[in-house]
């Protein structure tokens, strides 16, 4: 069982940056693959980005695409995402998610989820 919590949300303006932490234990970290998903109010949940158990491959949605960046620290048991030119659409609650073995891009490939962090880019 893996337990995650996010942090690093908050208040910011267009063009800005936030750094998004999301902190495992109770599993064993190293294992699993690593996902963040984020959900707009009246939106459904959408993929942002995911990470690889060894950290050497990532995927990202398209609206993301370089301007996040998704890395993990297996010492820390932690994975980051590293938004920057943040824009007002990026406004959502962030959730990160764990899955064994292999990242995958659609919610239900993920059995460990946070509770998710509150993002505001204010234009």
């Known amino acids: 069982q893996v337990q995650l919590v996010e942090s690093g949300g908050g208040l910011v303006q267009a063009g800005g940056s936030l750094r998004l932490s999301c902190a495992a234990s109770?599993?064993?970290?190293?294992?699993?693959?690593l996902g963040w998903f984020r959900q707009a109010p009246r939106k459904e949940r959408e993929f942002v980005g995911a990470i690889s158990r060894s950290g050497g491959a990532t995927d990202y949605a398209d609206s993301v695409k370089g301007r996040f960046t998704i890395s993990r620290d297996d010492a820390k048991n932690t994975v980051y995402l590293q938004m920057n030119s943040l824009k007002p659409e990026d406004t959502a609650v962030y959730y990160c998610a764990a899955r064994l073995l292999f990242k995958g891009s659609k919610s239900d490939e993920y059995n460990y989820w946070g509770q998710g962090t509150q993002v505001t880019v204010s234009s």
């Open positions: 109770g599993g064993s970290f190293s294992y699993h693959a």
